[in-house]
């Protein structure tokens, strides 16, 4: 037979096992262990250290949208879309955007038009004070 006094440390054993479990993986209301650590970050907090994702594929469609417009160009958002990228970023958003149909009468893509490269896009929709601040940015792809 067991004797009373291995049942009882066996018990407290348990206890003292399934009470530092309990302790170990609850959380507190603010996302950290009830013991301590560091809160787990995640990217909608506003983490200021986090660095935006960049995609050329998201340049392009944005680039496109502000110059194929009937209304006329959005310079702003052009650079808007461009002020944090850099020279080889600006080369993978050049090569994203390959040659699109462009109609230089109108200024905008549609039926009559010509596959040309986003260098002339740029070119034909800003102004030249505009497309020369680009230029200085970016000289290998401008």
Do not use: C
Request: charged share 25%.
């Amino acid at each position: 037979m067991v004797s009373t006094k291995k049942k009882i440390i066996v018990g407290v054993s348990i206890l003292v096992f399934v009470t530092g479990v309990y302790f170990l993986t609850k959380k507190g209301k603010d996302g950290t262990s009830v013991l301590g650590g560091k809160k787990p970050k995640y990217i909608d907090e506003g983490d200021i250290n986090l660095v935006p994702v960049f995609s050329a594929k998201q340049k392009v469609s944005i680039l496109y949208d502000a110059m194929n417009k009937y209304n006329g160009t959005d310079e702003t958002l052009i650079f808007e879309a461009l002020t944090d990228v850099t020279q080889s970023q600006f080369g993978l958003i050049n090569k994203a955007f390959g040659h699109k149909n462009y109609n230089r009468i109108l200024g905008y893509n549609t039926v009559g038009g010509t596959n040309l490269p986003l260098k002339t896009w740029l070119r034909e929709e800003l102004g030249d004070a505009d497309y020369n601040l680009l230029r200085k940015k970016f000289p290998i792809y401008l």
